[in-house]
């Protein structure tokens, strides 16, 4: 069982940032991929950024997201700059290793 532990999302004015944290229970280096969704209220969860043999992101997040990971830590990270109010939402880590897991997701909140 692969387990993840987010951290790091909290309340930040627009223009501001913040980095996410997700520690997981097994090497990330040999899982297919890691990544990061959200979820807005109202809304379905939506793709923010992967890496698998390469790194992606959502338009909407390009330019501003970071994505990476540290392996020696089994961690990845999302910086977040320049910070909107709609990227307010729920962001949950996402770890692909022949089944999809994810964590419990942590709290982002961006005030206009």
């Known amino acids: 069982q692969v387990q993840l532990v987010e951290s790091g999302g909290g309340l930040v004015q627009a223009g501001g940032s913040l980095r996410l944290s997700c520690v997981v229970s097994?090497?990330?280096?040999?899982?297919?991929?890691v990544g990061w969704y959200r979820q807005a209220p109202g809304k379905q969860r939506e793709f923010v950024a992967r890496?698998?043999?390469?790194?992606m992101y959502a338009d909407s997040v390009k330019g501003r997201f970071t994505i990476s990971r540290d392996t020696t830590k089994n961690t990845v990270y999302l910086q977040m700059n320049s910070l909107k109010p709609e990227d307010t939402a729920v962001y949950y880590c996402?770890?692909?290793?022949?089944?999809?897991?994810w964590g419990q997701g942590t709290q982002v909140t961006v005030s206009s």
């Open positions: 890496i698998s043999s390469g790194t």
């Open positions: 097994v090497s990330i280096f040999s899982v297919d991929a």
């Open positions: 996402n770890v692909v290793w022949s089944n999809t897991y």
